[in-house]
């Protein structure tokens, strides 16, 4: 087969009568018998994967003539699953009738029904997971005998979700056919059809989003009834966007059946095939990146002619990387069946299952971290056998955090809908939706912040109601920033397809690539900065041509960091899984964790920083033993600071939203914004300096209200 005249699939008989398939003239792959009769498949001469039948009729699969995997029946007709001589996995029948699934001789998971009918899980012989139906015939799932969630249908016909017996989440339909969704018996969304078939969601009885199809058949979405995008078909096929009726964007297919995306009519991009078969990219006619396979099957890829990286796999079946022909890195399985990880021959990580099913990591052969579920279903957390953080689900449905057994913070639905943010049972923050569609966010019960849509589509955000800045797209499809109604900040891409940054008309910032693949930037069109990657794979970075900054990985898998050829610094992993940082040889920073679950800091071996959280959720600080600086909320939300138990410094937002500082009990200092947008800044309650533009954008200062 061929497309054009040089690309030429082959498929044949080989010498021994295998099937034969070749992509020009030397790639062959060949399909036939080996000589027990066994289906061999071959990439060339030498690699050959082989499935056939076992002395004991089970199948076996291998690749090369060492690795056999097993597939075949048990001593007591249970499905069994061997990779090499050693590992065994069993699948069967319990004795009630039961599925068990066995990894070796003693991990044993059982599925089977419990005694009112309900579909029972076990890991082990103590986990106990039921799936059945309650006493209206709704699906009830349950963790332990205590946790029970409902799925059921209410009285007007609609779908009912409870986690215990007071939470309820419907799904129906409205009076106009429109779906409806409803937590408690307040809050309703309709999804329905409007006046001309285009769909309409709706939250409340306001909102109103319309998606449907415009005159010529292309996609039309609107909010409200002024916004308008377009999504359809241009004249040669191709996929076109528009944003009200200027903006045309296409993505279509070249003359070689390559993918072209252009923005207007002078910008393309293409994604197509080479003559090897492998995946090419270009800006422009020069630039081209090529993805393959090589000699061996392994993933190759390359910019332009020279740099090629290779991803395949080892003669144990593990994935290995290579950048050149030196570095190589391994992933696979270890004899426990846990994932594995290698850098070379010695740096051996571990992933596995311990014995209660929780996930463990190890680091070599003593560290062990551990995930699992506790006995309410919550996630655990485990870092040794002493500290456990807790993650799980409160009496209505919120989320709940918990660091041992007292500090809990909660994360939930108010009744409006808005999502509810709780440090223990005072402090409430909600975040939701305002009439015209637009996010709002409160601190307690005044403070409001909007960020919606103007009338051009572009992005608004309001402190109250007066201040308004906006972000959108300019005629060439740049991306503009106004505050008000003066100043305009543009980005966009060059004729090269470089990022380019202007203030006003006349700055230019570029953002490229170089003629080797490396970022270049620039300011103006003489300063010019490369960022790119070295011989070794490491990160060079260079400004001009001289300088030279290398980033890599050291021989025990740290990393290195080196200014010209001489100085090198590391940071990599302790023995007890703290992170370490060297300058040189000899000087050794340690960052870890402490017994309180605490952030450790150690230069050497005898200074230690702590830095984790107090009984009332504050962050502590602490170097040493003895001194102790908190970092909290006070009962208004604002930030509260203390050295020692004394002094106490506060930070928060006034009655108008403005920023407001206290040093103690009585001194208080205002920031914030004043009717017409300026600056305020008030020392007590009578002092009042204002900074502001006037007219023509000049600068105001005024101090009270007559200068």
Do not use: F, K, Y
Request: no cysteine; charged share 20%.
């Amino acid at each position: 087969m061929g497309l054009g005249l040089t690309e030429d699939q082959r498929l044949g008989l080989g010498p021994v009568g295998d099937l034969t398939m070749g992509l020009g003239p030397a790639e062959d792959q060949r399909l036939g018998l080996g000589p027990g009769g066994d289906l061999a498949m071959a990439l060339g001469a030498t690699e050959d994967q082989r499935l056939g039948l076992g002395p004991r009729g089970d199948l076996t699969m291998g690749l090369d003539p060492t690795e056999a995997e097993r597939l075949g029946l048990g001593l007591v007709e249970d499905l069994t699953m061997g990779l090499g001589p050693t590992v065994d996995q069993r699948l069967g029948l319990g004795p009630v009738g039961d599925l068990t699934m066995g990894l070796g001789p003693a991990e044993d998971q059982r599925l089977g029904l419990g005694p009112g009918g309900d579909l029972a899980m076990a890991l082990g012989a103590t986990e106990d997971q039921r799936l059945g139906l309650g006493p209206r015939g709704d699906l009830t799932m349950g963790l332990d005998p205590t946790e029970a969630e409902r799925l059921g249908i209410g009285p007007m016909g609609d779908i009912r979700m409870g986690l215990g017996p007071t939470v309820d989440q419907w799904l129906g339909l409205g009076p106009v056919r429109d779906l409806t969704m409803g937590l408690d018996p307040t809050e309703d969304q309709r999804l329905g059809l409007g006046p001309v078939g285009e769909l309409t969601m709706e939250l409340g009885p306001t909102e109103d989003q319309r998606l449907g199809l415009g005159p010529g058949g292309e996609l039309t979405m609107a909010l409200g009834s002024t916004e308008d995008q377009r999504l359809g078909l241009g004249p040669g096929g191709e996929l076109t966007m528009a944003l009200g009726s200027t903006e045309d964007q296409r993505l279509g297919l070249g003359p070689g059946g390559e993918l072209t995306m252009a923005l207007g009519s002078t910008e393309d991009q293409r994604l197509g095939l080479g003559p090897g078969g492998e995946l090419t990219m270009a800006l422009g006619s020069t630039e081209d990146q090529r993805l393959g396979l090589g000699p061996g099957g392994e993933l190759t890829m390359a910019l332009g002619s020279t740099e090629d990286q290779r991803l395949g796999l080892g003669p144990g079946g593990e994935l290995t990387m290579a950048l050149g022909s030196t570095e190589d890195q391994r992933l696979g399985l270890g004899p426990g069946g846990e994932l594995t990880m290698a850098l070379g021959s010695t740096e051996d990580q571990r992933l596995g299952l311990g014995p209660g099913g929780e996930l463990t990591m190890a680091l070599g052969s003593t560290e062990d971290q551990r995930l699992g579920l506790g006995p309410g279903g919550e996630l655990t957390m485990a870092l040794g056998s002493t500290e456990d953080q807790r993650l799980g689900l409160g009496p209505g449905g919120e989320l709940t955090m918990a660091l041992g057994s007292t500090e809990d913070q909660r994360l939930g639905l108010g009744p409006g809908g808005e999502l509810t943010m709780a440090l223990g049972s005072t402090e409430d923050q909600r975040l939701g939706l305002g009439p015209g569609g637009e996010l709002t966010m409160a601190l307690g019960s005044t403070e409001d912040q909007r960020l919606g849509l103007g009338p051009g589509g572009e992005l608004t955000m309001a402190l109250g109601s007066t201040e308004d800045q906006r972000l959108g797209l300019g005629p060439g499809g740049e991306l503009t920033m106004a505050l008000g109604s003066t100043e305009d900040q543009r980005l966009g891409l060059g004729p090269g397809g470089e990022l380019t940054m202007a203030l006003g008309s006349t700055e230019d910032q570029r953002l490229g690539l170089g003629p080797g693949g490396e970022l270049t930037m620039a300011l103006g069109s003489t300063e010019d900065q490369r960022l790119g990657l070295g011989p070794g794979g490491e990160l060079t970075m260079a400004l001009g041509s001289t300088e030279d900054q290398r980033l890599g990985l050291g021989p025990g898998g740290e990393l290195t960091m080196a200014l010209g050829s001489t100085e090198d610094q590391r940071l990599g992993l302790g023995p007890g899984g703290e992170l370490t940082m060297a300058l040189g040889s000899t000087e050794d920073q340690r960052l870890g964790l402490g017994p309180g679950g605490e952030l450790t800091m150690a230069l050497g071996s005898t200074e230690d920083q702590r830095l984790g959280l107090g009984p009332g959720g504050e962050l502590t600080m602490a170097l040493g033993s003895t001194e102790d600086q908190r970092l909290g909320l006070g009962p208004g939300g604002e930030l509260t600071m203390a050295l020692g138990s004394t002094e106490d410094q506060r930070l928060g937002l006034g009655p108008g939203g403005e920023l407001t500082m206290a040093l103690g009990s009585t001194e208080d200092q205002r920031l914030g914004l004043g009717p017409s947008g300026d600056l305020t800044m008030g020392l007590g309650p009578t002092e009042d300096q204002r900074l502001g533009l006037g007219h023509v954008g000049d600068l105001l200062m005024g101090l009270g209200p007559t200068e």
